[in-house]
């Protein structure tokens, strides 16, 4: 008893002034004022999205405090507040949502610490808006992150002056109805690593300049739009890239070799596009490469001149429908992470490498609508471990051996037995 009532009081004499310190740290900041420009900026800027129908002042007297606002975030400059994220659309059930007239207003541009500007699913297409062309210059210094997402009334072209924003670190415009031609100015975001313009109506070619400007890019993503042209071997100059996403354009002529360099590159998609002239030789040297999908492109030329050992992390491969010819070679059987092989609806020829059945990984195997021929070798552990994502129909010279498929169990669909 008297080693515990000593004690008692040693520790309050220790721990006190941290508590009290700690307590003087939190109130600081938990008091810390706004500037009156500030906080009126920030409900004009609101107002004009959101409509007047709520009173701001009288709801949120202290949106960087105790009333804060769902989607608005501040930090501390200087012992002031400021405004630094805003974030609006249904994404939570308290979140601001636009009303049917929302615009943009210059209040939007007078927070000068704004670092994240986000719209979900805020213009709709009964009232159509676009992004602002002027003004950018004022968050030139602040703006790290700009996203318009499912915008459906978001129309017009993606404004040049957005190229003013230096610091820019992604730039996300999914999924509106922009149009026009990505502007050249976009390049001179030099430390942007994310760039999404993907399911819009934008047309044109894909500037070559994005390649020799943004070396710190880590996506590009212009999938689903109206690109026209071939696809610039600048691109080869992005050294930091790691998913690269054409697909869905009307791109055409070769792969250039200069995309070989990409040694970083996990995901490669230039599906759905005008693309031919065979598997460029430069591609077997993305060893990081994951994802390789080059499916309903008229590709043309032989499967079998490419080093597929090389793409040792491959995962998916998706090559359908891109008239390739030659046979099915046997060095695709040593990628041990492949899980997904579609080469069906093409012009291979031959017969089915058994190893196939010996790839560790592999759940999917498309061989249908081919020239293939000969016995399939294949276990019934293997048609049963694959069902119904292993095809090899309309292949009409090749069959199954019915000594491998068990009584009671069904044969490969669409395939005969050999004779």
């Not at 009307?250 to 599906?271: C, F, Q, V, W």
């Amino acid at each position: 008893m008297i080693m515990r009532r000593s004690f008692v009081p040693q520790v309050l004499l220790l721990v006190l002034p941290l508590v009290l310190f700690n307590g003087f740290c939190k109130s600081d900041v938990l008091t810390a004022p706004m500037h009156k420009e500030e906080l009126q900026a920030l409900y004009l800027a609101i107002q004009g999205f959101i409509g007047n129908s709520l009173n701001l002042s009288q709801l949120y007297p202290d949106p960087c405090g105790w009333t804060p606002i769902q989607g608005v975030s501040c930090d501390v400059f200087n012992e002031f507040w400021y405004i630094t994220d805003i974030n609006i659309g249904p994404v939570f059930d308290n979140s601001l949502v636009c009303t049917a007239h929302s615009s943009f207003t210059p209040y939007l541009f007078e927070l000068k610490h704004l670092r994240t500007l986000s719209f979900f699913n805020c213009f709709s297409s009964h009232q159509p808006a676009k992004i602002p062309s002027n003004a950018w210059e004022q968050l030139s210094e602040s703006l790290e992150t700009l996203e318009f997402r499912s915008n459906q009334g978001l129309r017009g072209g993606i404004p040049a002056t957005l190229g003013q924003l230096r610091n820019l670190r992604s730039l996300v415009l999914v999924e509106n109805s922009l149009t026009g031609e990505i502007p050249q100015e976009l390049c001179n975001l030099v430390h942007l690593k994310r760039l999404s313009l993907s399911s819009n109506a934008l047309s044109g070619r894909v500037p070559a300049s994005l390649g020799y400007n943004m070396k710190e890019l880590l996506i590009l993503d212009l999938s689903r739009n109206s690109l026209t042209g071939s696809i610039p071997s600048s691109l080869g100059s992005m050294v930091s890239l790691l998913k690269l996403d054409l697909s869905s354009n009307h791109l055409y002529g070769m792969i250039p070799l200069e995309l070989g360099k990409l040694g970083s590159l996990t995901l490669l998609d230039i599906r759905n596009n005008n693309i031919s002239g065979g598997l460029t030789q430069s591609l077997q040297c993305m060893a990081s490469l994951q994802d390789m999908l080059i499916s309903n492109n008229p590709l043309g030329g032989s499967i079998m001149e490419f080093g597929w050992q090389n793409l040792r992390n491959l995962v998916n491969m998706d090559l359908a429908y891109n008239s390739l010819t030659g046979e099915i070679p046997e060095s695709m059987t040593s990628l041990k992470r492949l899980r997904y092989i579609a080469l069906d609806n093409n012009k291979i020829r031959g017969s089915v490498p058994a190893k196939l059945a010996s790839m560790p990984s592999l759940k999917a195997l498309y061989l249908n609508g081919n020239n293939l021929t000969g016995c399939l070798l294949f276990s019934q552990e293997f048609y049963e471990r694959l069902g119904r994502r292993f095809a090899a129909w309309n292949n009409p010279h090749l069959c199954y051996s019915v000594g491998v498929v068990a009584k009671g169990h069904a044969p490969p669909t669409g395939v005969d037995q050999c004779e």
